[in-house]
């Protein structure tokens, strides 16, 4: 095997330098598909001659097999150019849908430039992009401002001991003249989910807190006091339980009375202060502070709307990047904070960052990475080719069973970690268009994921509640109860995508396979190319060298343009060529994949018996990658990060930040007492079956659009405080089911409702392959609404009617 790479041209200074061991490295960490490429064989010849080794490429024989697959007219490719497999792509009825060609896309032997392509912006869209930056700069300098001019947030601690029997203890508050007043208070309280051994001879022991306001004379003496708030009432646990009690803190804001205008004329001033009082059998030990200038929760709500709605306009309308706009929204959110003298400080703010889920992220991005050297993810699409005989619907079936298959027992982000790369080159491999396949399979994985336990993170917040476990939902109970559901939903959503892109061009590119492959190509050469900045000689060789094969492709889409396609081989013919163009490309890696593959499922799984939780899943994957980078014996571990999707791990990091902000400004709260109220408001009668469908619908809308965590969170609280409530006489079990299935399907509504939307859509987008938030609106919002609508007649009947609880 030989190649020339005697042409130079002018416009490329680096032409006649030898390939240096840098360049060699920042080569190493481009994508497998464009290192192997003929354009770069120099790279590769050098690589193989310093180094003497070929792991991370293919073997000979596979590049002599590639070199010698047969076209239909009998004659071999060349080798030096990039080929475009014929297939035929069928329907049920074995009619053919469209066919590719096969000959060559390109010259290699062109090596000089394309003149730069000339393009004039209408004067309109000038004017948006100043609109655009200047909106940005105005909302820059807004945040900017606020974190400036205030300080972080220091809470001032102090620590109070209430007496027992009735006995009152007052706190001072040093400001005399509020409108409302912050306390937090750290003790030994009842938890909604503690099963206390109660004696009915003693009561419950109670802690009450009333904030006061005293009239005082000229000397300071107490002439008349008040009340200046409602009392706030918080359950304690008994006097001998206190040293075995775990401390927990509760937070109130006291909206406080004006003064008397009477009184307030005959004194000399105000004065207000806490009063304690506790029925507990002895000293109640307290640690108290006090916020003299909390956030006004009506305000704070509508600042926290505005701020979603803004991030929403920045995605839909594609404003700017969607990690970009996360990262905007996310600060605005905590300049609205420090604007209102709530500033978190750095360490409230990395605690607010669900590392768990970032660990699991990184570590199975490294797993894939590697894995993907092997080119099992290629050789795995051409088998499902094989098996499903080239017909669409057929496969997509298979695809999107076995990820909600899979969803069920891992967590649905490993799952769509894991088939992504394999639902691209499948549908590369039959010139179908991947992105709304990609839908498919990741709608199918939420609701997988909704099944058990551990299918997705708002189960495992509901099932890990020891309130939640200990009346009766267990593994076993839980996905009893969720099967029905989640069986009736995934039909209604096979319907529904069937009926969504019931003409099969819908799956395929609107232009031909052979232009929308090219452009594909194109865009992949382009961001490996953006990838390399300009600091060094080396980093400029390489990137020159990509932009030359980018302007080549780019004159093969011109010619493509006009070309007239011909006849492409049947499906047998196909289906050799694609094997012999896939193979397995690295068995020894691949044995090691497995090994760690092995080692991260199965403690996975065991992760789904709570007996048997020793290491969460983000520790899981991280050990994996560790075991597999030792067992591989990968020298160069740049190569391998360079292809972790960063901006996605940004995104979920700006995402925590500002889902935990717009809980701080109260919007999650004012959520969940709209659903305790409306239930709160209906008559006995029908109070379980407006129970079931409040909670079902809120959970499920509200997480489309907000992230579905701390969503969850406050309403298990609410759904175990609608239980305990004696006078409701609600059953649990209903309740739990309805939040379950609204907060994990509800996630199928927006792009960014899901966790595993958002990875997907980053993995489609490292692989060449965007689509916009609108475009997964379309198909997701839609299949969302009919499967909440399947969901509460399931509901209803199983428990409003037949109360199979």
Not at 462 to 472: E, F, L, P, T
């Amino acid at each position: 095997m030989s190649y020339n790479y005697s042409n130079r041209t002018e416009d490329n200074p680096y032409e006649d330098d030898e390939v240096t061991e840098g360049a060699l490295q920042v080569w190493r960490t481009l994508p497998e598909r464009i290192r192997q490429d003929p354009s770069l064989a120099s790279f590769q010849q050098e690589h193989e001659r310093l180094h003497g080794d070929v792991e991370l490429l293919p073997s000979e024989d596979v590049r002599q097999n590639e070199q010698t697959v047969q076209h239909g007219n009998g004659h071999a490719e060349d080798p030096r150019a990039f080929t475009q497999i014929g297939i035929n792509v069928t329907n049920e009825a074995g009619q053919v849908q469209h066919v590719l060609d096969g000959r060559d896309l390109e010259n290699n032997n062109e090596d000089h430039h394309d003149e730069n392509e000339g393009y004039c912006k209408s004067n309109i869209k000038k004017y948006l992009i100043w609109i655009k930056i200047t909106i940005l700069l105005v909302v820059w300098c807004v945040f900017t401002a606020f974190l400036m001019s205030n300080n972080e947030h220091v809470d001032q601690l102090s620590l109070i001991s209430v007496p027992s029997n009735g006995s009152t203890r007052v706190f001072p508050i040093a400001t005399s003249s509020l409108e409302r007043i912050g306390l937090g208070l750290r003790g030994p309280f009842r938890l909604q989910e503690n099963e206390l051994l109660l004696n009915e001879s003693v009561p419950l022991p109670v802690l009450r807190v009333q904030v006061t306001r005293s009239y005082l004379d000229a000397l300071g003496q107490e002439i008349y006091a008040e009340n200046a708030s409602q009392p706030w009432q918080l359950d304690i646990v008994y006097f001998e339980m206190i040293d075995a009690t775990k401390d927990t803190k509760k937070v109130r804001t006291f909206e406080l009375k004006p003064s008397d205008s009477s009184w307030l004329a005959q004194s000399n001033g105000t004065r207000l202060s806490f009063e304690f009082s506790s029925s507990i059998e002895g000293e109640l030990p307290l640690q108290l502070n006090v916020d003299e200038s909390p956030i006004y929760k009506a305000h704070g709500v509508l600042y926290a709307a505005a701020v979603l709605c803004g991030l929403y306009v920045m995605i839909i309308w594609e404003v700017v990047n969607r990690t970009f706009a996360a990262i905007i929204a996310s600060t605005l959110s905590v300049g609205i904070l420090a604007a209102l003298n709530s500033r978190p400080s750095m360490a409230t703010i990395m605690s607010w960052i669900d590392v768990e889920t970032l660990l699991l992220l990184f570590g199975m991005m490294i797993l894939v990475a590697i894995l993907s050297e092997t080119g099992v993810f290629d050789y795995l699409a051409v088998y499902a080719y094989k098996i499903t005989n080239g017909h669409v619907w057929p496969l997509i079936n298979c695809l999107c069973l076995f990820t909600a298959v899979l969803s069920s027992f891992l967590d649905n982000v490993t799952t769509v970690l894991l088939m992504t790369p394999v639902t691209i080159r499948l549908c590369e491999v039959m010139s179908l268009n991947p992105v709304p396949i990609l839908m498919c399979m990741v709608i199918y994985s939420n609701i997988g994921g909704a099944l058990t336990p551990v299918g997705d993170p708002p189960n495992v917040i509901i099932a890990s509640n020891s309130y939640i476990s200990k009346n009766g939902v267990n593994f076993a109970v839980f996905t009893l109860h969720m099967l029905p559901g989640v069986l009736l939903v995934m039909v209604q959503t096979y319907l529904q995508l069937r009926f969504k892109f019931r003409n099969i061009s819908d799956l395929q590119f609107k232009d031909s396979p052979e232009v929308e492959e090219l452009r594909h190509e194109i865009h992949v050469w382009k961001r490996a190319a953006a990838s390399l900045s300009a600091y060094s000689k080396d980093e400029e060789l390489v990137r020159q060298t990509l932009m030359k094969k980018v302007n080549r492709l780019k004159r093969s889409l011109k010619k493509r343009m006009t070309a007239v396609i011909e006849p492409a081989p049947n499906y047998q013919q196909t289906l050799a060529n694609l094997q012999a163009k896939y193979p397995i490309r690295n068995k020894q890696l691949l044995i090691k994949c497995t090994a760690a593959l092995t080692f991260v499922i199965s403690l996975f799984f065991l992760h789904s018996v709570p007996e048997l939780q020793r290491l969460s899943l983000g520790w899981t994957a991280l050990l994996g990658a560790i075991f597999l980078i030792i067992l591989a014996d990968i020298d160069d571990l740049e190569a391998i990060l360079a292809r972790v999707e960063w901006s996605t791990l940004l995104f979920f990091a700006a995402l925590f930040i500002l889902m935990e902000a717009l809980t701080e400004l109260g919007l999650i709260e004012w959520i969940g007492n709209m659903t305790e109220g409306i239930i709160l408001g209906v008559g006995e009668d029908q109070r379980l079956m407006v129970a079931i469908l409040i909670i079902l619908w809120v959970s499920a809308i509200a997480s489309a659009f907000v992230d579905n965590i701390p969503l969850t969170t406050m309403m298990v609280k609410i759904t175990i405080s609608l239980a305990q409530n004696s006078t409701l006489n609600l059953p649990l079990q209903p309740l739990v089911w309805a939040l379950a299935l609204g907060a994990c399907l509800g996630g199928n509504g927006t792009l960014i409702g899901a966790s595993a939307n958002v990875v997907c859509a980053g993995v489609a987008e490292q692989h060449g392959y965007k689509f916009t938030f609108l475009e997964f609106f379309k198909v997701g919002f839609p299949i969302m609404i009919g499967s909440i609508i399947v969901t509460t007649g399931y509901l209803l009947v199983s428990h409003s009617l037949f109360a199979w609880h």
